[in-house]
Structure formats: structure tokens, C-alpha cells
């Protein structure tokens, strides 16, 4: 981008300082920075700036995407994404820190420390923004991240998912996958698990596991996911297919294989380990289920429609 005119980056500062941005956020080196990446027609709806584990660094949510900016004097890290990929977005409020944890289908986004009043704004907003994506409003391509491409499928957000369904489908990644043999003896398997814009649900297995023979011999399996702490559990019906399609193989491949953090540790996911045949990706494709909540002793239920 050429460099920004005095106007340009007079609006930026304005912004900046009408999404909640103390005085002292506003001397930081993402702040000064920013008007060199967002258009001079793209407008700012919500900004955080707090600590992740490199440092200080901001999330920018703008009408056209959300940026992650770590402005260093010799680097710069910036990343985006599009609505299309967001999961969800949390905000934990108490003690000494606030934390705010964007949800995306390529990493998780985590600030510590930022603004309370600053960060329910960026949360409205990005809310605003996916209702705008789930409502067929908004047209938007995947971009790239660090030039790894997401899954190119259409959007066409929430399409017989309730809104907290498909939320909770999101921001999880472990289901336990229940699937048939050739005699009707019913097989149980945790799996990790990502998720498209059409809620189409991919595994990753190899073709000599039982849970491989019994998907290819009988397509109906089930998926149980649940969150312990806040009591949640979603109960999924669908129809197992074996993915063709390189791209999608691919990207799979690289989501469920590449390591993950856990606290202090950093493990894989057991498929990497097992030693029966080569990989193979299926796609699950929901057919109803349902949905409860059973956190702060009350219960919320729903039942997801059978798609057509």
C-alpha cells in the first residue's frame, strides 16, 4: 500500500479512538502502524489491543475482514480472515484481566489484558458481521493466512444448524464417532474433527481402522460432541462419505495432523500414530440431531431439522 495521507490517518486514529482505545493504546506501535494496512474505504468497526505470548498485538474488525497486528520495530506479524471462518469469539471478564479469545477454522486469536469496553464492542461487531454472513447478505472469498488456503466451499452459513449448534460445532474439535459393522455391532472412536461453511463435518483416519471398514460398509454414523465445564453436549446423525477431492484432503490433512498446544505441552492427534494403511479423509454430512445445554442449572434444548 502507498504510504498514508495525513487525512487517511487522521480517520484511522478517530476510529481507533471511538472503538474504546485508551490514550496509552493509542501510543502503541500497532496503533501507529495501522493506517499503513487498513483501505482508505475500509471502515473500522471494532478494536482490542492487549498480550499474547509474543507480546503486545491488536485485532482490528473492520466491514471487510478482522486483522491480527504485532507491529515490532524489526518485524511486523499481520494476519486476517474473513467472517466466513470465524467460529466464535469469547470474552472472559474477572480478576485482574480480561480475555479475549477469537475462534477461527485456522488458529485461535488470544489477548489478555485488554480493554473491557473496548472488547464487548469488537465482540458485538463481529457478532453483527456473522449474522450479516448467515443471512446470505454477504458474498465474501476465503483469503489465505500465512498462504495456506481454507476450505473454497460456497457460503452459505447455518443452513439447518441452529445459531448455538453450529456455534458449539465450531469452537470444538474432539467428537466421538459411532459407527456400525457389517453385523450391527456399534463401534465407538474419538476423533478430531473440522468443519466447513456447509457444516459438513471431516475426519481423518486410515483405511485399515474398524471405524474405516465400518464407513465404508455402512454410511450411517453418529457424533457426540461435549464440553465438560459448561455442560454442553451436541448429538449429530449423518452420513459418511469418502472425501475426493485433493484440495479438501489436503487442507484436512494439514488441520487435523499439525500439533497442538495444551498448556505447556504440545501434542498430535493419535492418527499420526497409527500404523494401519494410509490416510483417508471421510465427510460426514449432518442429518439432524440435537442440542442441549444443561450449564447454569438450566436447560435449553433443541433439535436440529433433517436437511434436505
Do not use: C
Request: hydrophobic share 35%.
Amino acid at each position: 500500500m502507498p504510504k498514508p495521507t495525513v487525512k487517511h490517518t487522521e480517520r484511522i486514529h478517530k476510529a481507533l479512538i471511538d472503538a474504546g482505545l485508551s490514550p496509552i493504546a493509542m501510543l502503541k506501535a500497532e496503533s501507529r502502524y495501522l493506517p499503513h494496512v487498513i483501505h482508505t474505504d475500509e471502515k473500522i468497526g471494532g478494536v482490542v489491543n492487549g498480550w499474547y505470548e509474543n507480546g503486545s498485538a491488536m485485532l482490528v474488525a473492520t466491514d471487510r475482514r478482522i486483522i491480527f497486528l504485532d507491529k515490532k520495530p524489526i518485524y511486523t506479524t499481520k494476519e486476517e480472515v474473513t467472517y466466513d471462518v470465524v467460529a466464535g469469539v469469547r470474552l472472559d471478564i474477572g480478576g485482574v484481566s480480561t480475555v479475549l479469545t477469537l475462534h477461527t477454522r485456522i488458529r485461535d486469536f488470544k489477548l489478555k489484558y485488554v480493554n473491557p469496553a473496548s472488547a464487548k464492542r469488537f465482540v458485538r461487531y463481529i457478532e453483527k458481521q456473522q449474522l450479516e454472513v448467515a443471512g446470505g447478505r454477504r458474498q465474501q472469498p476465503v483469503v489465505s493466512v500465512d498462504n495456506r488456503e481454507v476450505l473454497n466451499t460456497p457460503v452459505e452459513a447455518f443452513p439447518f444448524l441452529t445459531y448455538e449448534a453450529k456455534s458449539f460445532l465450531d469452537t470444538n474439535s474432539i467428537a466421538v464417532l459411532s459407527t456400525k459393522d457389517n453385523k450391527g455391532k456399534v463401534s465407538g472412536a474419538v476423533v478430531y474433527y473440522i468443519v466447513d461453511q456447509l457444516d459438513r463435518v471431516y475426519i481423518l483416519t486410515k483405511e485399515g481402522t474398524n471405524k474405516a471398514k465400518n464407513m465404508t460398509r455402512n454410511s450411517q454414523v453418529a457424533l457426540t460432541i461435549f464440553d465438560q465445564i459448561n455442560l454442553r453436549t451436541l448429538q449429530i446423525d449423518g452420513i459418511a462419505s469418502i472425501e475426493k477431492d485433493q484440495k479438501t484432503i489436503g487442507y484436512v490433512f494439514s488441520e487435523i495432523t499439525k500439533p497442538r498446544r495444551d498448556t505447556k505441552t504440545e501434542s498430535v492427534a493419535p492418527v499420526v500414530n497409527i500404523d494401519k494403511g494410509d490416510f483417508i479423509v471421510f465427510r460426514i454430512t449432518i442429518k439432524g440431531g440435537d442440542f442441549s445445554d444443561f450449564g447454569a442449572n438450566k436447560l435449553s434444548k433443541s433439535t436440529i431439522k433433517e436437511s434436505n
